[in-house]
């Protein structure tokens, strides 16, 4: 099985990468391959721009790891309650490509942020989408309070119940195919 996480932020540092990468820890014998949205960066999708210059070859090689997947997750960062522009970019290009972006994949879908909300917004815009963009969505959760819950030195989860939650939801995609 092959299973492509991501934080659905660019910043170099983002507690959703270090809680993506994590959360991929935590499948048993499943090959994970953590992307990283800087390798993926795009011009600011519009129509004009399509128009000028088609489809980037980049949006291309996200949609075929999608594709080529057999599961995915993803940790939304939550800018202003919404998506990371980051995102959204690359998401905007590939629905022009291929309306389906997620090819009917299971996903584990979560979000952090140093807030008590743990990114709850983003999150629950997320799961309400991903099935629009055929999307299977097996569990969510939102981590709050990300630095008082993550040893960022250990790279886990310290808070009990949270880490227990956390291995249930990707638990879901321990058993695909």
Not at 8 to 15: L, P, T
Not at 29 to 42: H, T
Not at 104 to 132: C, E, F, N, Y
Not at 142 to 162: G, R, V, W
Request: aromatic share 8%; proline share 4%; net charge negative.
């Amino acid at each position: 099985m092959n299973i492509i996480a991501f934080a659905a932020s660019n910043h170099k540092k983002s507690i959703n990468k270090q809680l993506v990468e994590y959360a991929a820890t935590l499948l048993d014998k499943v090959k994970v391959e953590v992307l990283d949205l800087n390798d993926y960066e795009l011009p600011l999708y519009s129509q004009d721009r399509e128009e000028d210059i088609g489809h980037p070859q980049l949006a291309k090689d996200f949609l075929a790891k999608i594709a080529n997947s057999d599961g995915i997750i993803i940790s939304f960062a939550e800018h202003n309650g919404s998506y990371t522009v980051a995102y959204k970019n690359i998401f905007d290009w590939c629905s022009r490509i291929e309306p389906k972006v997620f090819s009917d994949k299971p996903m584990v879908l979560l979000s952090t942020s140093p807030g008590s909300r743990g990114g709850a917004s983003v999150l629950a815009a997320a799961v309400q989408s991903a099935p629009h963009f055929n999307g299977v969505v097996k569990a969510s959760l939102a981590i709050p309070s990300f630095y008082d819950n993550f040893d960022a030195d250990k790279l886990c989860l310290t808070h009990e119940e949270l880490n227990e939650q956390l291995v249930d939801a990707v638990s879901h995609l321990n058993h695909l195919k």
